[in-house]
Nanobody
Framework: QVQLVESGGGLVQPGGSLTLSCSAS????????MDWYRQAPGQQREFVAR???????TYGDAVEGRFTVSRHNAKNTLTLEMNDLKVEDTGVYYC???????????WGQGTQVTVSS
């Protein structure tokens, strides 16, 4: 099992910035991918960003150029720096990690991000 705990959510005005963090523990391997997803009220869960153990990053179209994902392999942590936030970025943000060893995707409980004036 892998445990993922997100932190850093909150209320921010449009155009503002926020940084989310995710801490992994348990049967976590450096080879695990680490992702961010989000889910707005009444919407399906949406891919936000991914970073592989080698540092390769991928972003969803909606956040490309505004969000930056990074990971600290030695500390098993994942960070999402969000800039120029928009109202449509509002939602619950989830940390996720896929294990190539157990072939399982693990999810955190999520952290709420609200962008509003």
């Amino acid at each position: 099992q892998v445990q993922l705990v997100e932190s850093g959510g909150g209320l921010v005005q449009p155009g503002g910035s926020l940084t989310l963090s995710c801490s992994a523990s348990g049967q976590f391997f450096t080879s695990n991918t680490m992702d961010w997803y989000r889910q707005a009220p009444g919407q399906q869960r949406e891919f936000v960003a991914r970073v592989t153990s080698g540092g390769t990053t991928t972003y969803g179209d909606a956040v490309e150029g505004r969000f930056t994902v990074s990971r600290h392999n030695a500390k098993n942590t994942l960070t999402l720096e969000m800039n120029d936030l928009k109202v449509e970025d509002t939602g619950v943000y989830y940390c996720a990690s896929f294990s190539f060893v157990t072939r399982t995707k693990y999810w955190g409980q999520g952290t709420q991000v609200t962008v509003s004036s």
